[in-house]
């Protein structure tokens, strides 16, 4: 089973960016599709980006489309997402998970296996 660890949440000011990580132990990624949900408060959990086991295809929110970017080094068996023009509205706890089926899935059918304990992400206008 793979034990996932995020980092890099904090404060940041509307039009910011921040840098989330997520550190995997216990198995290597290589065999999982990765990726982000995140949860605001009152709201339910969602999915924000998914990424394939070589990351060659990668699949977001629309509304996190062209301001997020998630990328993946399996050499360090980390996973990342670069948030860029912050938004009020990105104000949420960010999972992150990993999954024994494809990105594709997980973006469409919104499900995964393994999650993180998360990080808050909070943007102030």
């Known amino acids: 089973q793979v034990q996932l660890v995020e980092s890099g949440g904090g404060l940041a000011q509307a039009g910011g960016s921040l840098r989330l990580s997520c550190a995997a132990s216990g198995r290597y990624i290589s065999n999982y599709a990765m990726g982000w949900f995140r949860q605001a408060p009152g709201k339910e959990r969602e999915f924000v980006a998914a990424?394939?086991?070589?990351?060659?295809?990668?699949y977001y929110a629309d509304s996190v489309k062209g301001r997020f970017t998630s990328s993946r080094d399996n050499a360090k068996n980390t996973v990342y997402l670069q948030m860029n023009s912050l938004k009020p509205e990105d104000t949420a706890v960010y999972y992150c998970?990993?999954?024994?089926?494809?990105?594709?899935?997980?973006?469409?059918?919104?499900?995964?296996?393994?999650w993180g304990q998360g990080t808050q992400v909070t943007v102030s206008s």
């Open positions: 998970t990993a999954a024994t089926s494809t990105a594709q899935s997980m973006a469409v059918n919104r499900r995964s296996d393994y």
């Open positions: 990424i394939s086991r070589i990351g060659n295809s990668k």
